[in-house]
């Protein structure tokens, strides 16, 4: 006789409480997984609009809507047959601490990173991804950056806490080497002289096919430890209007996932998507663009990770 309580529920509005309706854990140290999903909900660099701490929840409760799926359309595997994938949460801080949230955010994620699996966060205003680099050059040593923004982020001016001002430090932290890194999407100004990252403006990237901005992309990476940053307000707003600094002009989502799906072989060490802003969006179409491009990511990296198991045992 059937056990009601082993149904499997695939509701678009019960029990959604982690992403995909994967398995919540508490210590993601201590279960045996390859992928750790870790919200940030902090939003205190935000320069513009806040509610980007609200991120995370609405990210996991949009994500109902994939997570019946088997098989995610285009890819041609079941997620949780590829790989073992668990929630962990939401980092715990200080709030109202920013330099709380910089320590706690960075140990933590060297603490999952040291036990052997891999971080996909959600923010979050973007702040958060500079601790996250600092974790991940711990473990991979300098990286090449994918990054998808309206914004390069790599401004000198603001205060020590500041999303704009990561990719700034990011280099001179040799964080990353922006030589090998690309931003993708960007349609706001910033000083070219000495930019140092390889840009793909929004203007080029409407034009250019999806192909064509992988392809190029991938060049410029090479075999570089990659760590991907996805600020939902690449997408026009059209796509993703619940953000704290829409830019019209921007990438339609359709791209942006044929892009990444693009990017197969890349050798994807950490990512994140982040600045979905619950506040200001409408029927929920942000926080599904980002749920959305977060298992992509994911599927991107249970791919990749194929390909280099069937070339070592090849």
């Known amino acids: 006789m059937e056990n009601i309580f082993d149904r499997k529920d695939d509701s678009l509005y019960s029990n959604a409480y982690s992403f995909l309706r994967l398995p919540m854990v508490q210590d993601p140290t201590k279960v045996n997984a390859d992928v750790v999903v870790l919200g940030m909900p902090y939003d205190m660099a935000t320069t513009g609009r806040s509610g980007a701490r609200l991120g995370p929840d609405a990210v996991r409760r949009a994500s109902v809507n994939l997570a019946w799926e088997g098989h995610r359309y285009p890819w041609p595997f079941d997620l949780r047959e590829r790989c073992n994938i668990v929630d962990a949460g939401d980092l715990i801080f200080a709030c109202g601490d920013s330099e709380d949230f910089c320590n706690t955010a960075a140990s933590a994620a060297s603490k999952i990173l040291a036990s052997g699996k891999t971080l996909l966060s959600l923010g979050g205003d973007h702040f ?4 996250l680099l600092r974790a991940h050059h711990d473990k991979h040593g300098v990286m090449a950056l994918i990054h998808f923004d309206a914004h390069t982020d790599t401004y000198s001016q603001g205060s020590r806490y500041d999303h704009g001002t990561m990719f700034y430090h990011a280099p001179k932290e040799g964080l990353i080497d922006a030589n090998k890194s690309v931003q993708i999407g960007i349609r706001t100004d910033y000083e070219k002289d ?21 392809i190029h992309i991938k060049a410029i990476v090479g075999d570089m430890p990659v760590y991907i940053t996805f600020d939902i307000d690449c997408l026009d707003p ?11 002009g921007g990438i339609t989502s359709d791209k942006a996932l044929r892009i990444l799906r693009g990017l197969l072989g890349i050798n994807l060490v950490g990512m994140d998507v982040v600045e979905v802003s619950p506040p200001f969006d409408n029927s929920e179409i942000t926080a599904l663009a980002g749920a959305t491009i977060a298992t992509e990511l994911l599927h991107l990296w249970a791919s990749s990770q194929h390909r280099v198991h069937e070339r070592n045992v090849g």
Not at 128 to 131: A, G, K
Not at 194 to 214: L, Q
Not at 238 to 248: E, I, K, Q, R, S
């Open 238 to 248: 059209a796509y993703a209007p619940g953000t704290g600094t829409p830019v019209v």
């Open 128 to 131: 958060i991804t500079l601790p």
């Open 194 to 214: 000495g930019h140092g990252f390889n840009v793909i403006c929004a203007e080029a990237a409407n034009d250019m096919t999806p192909d064509d901005i992988a």
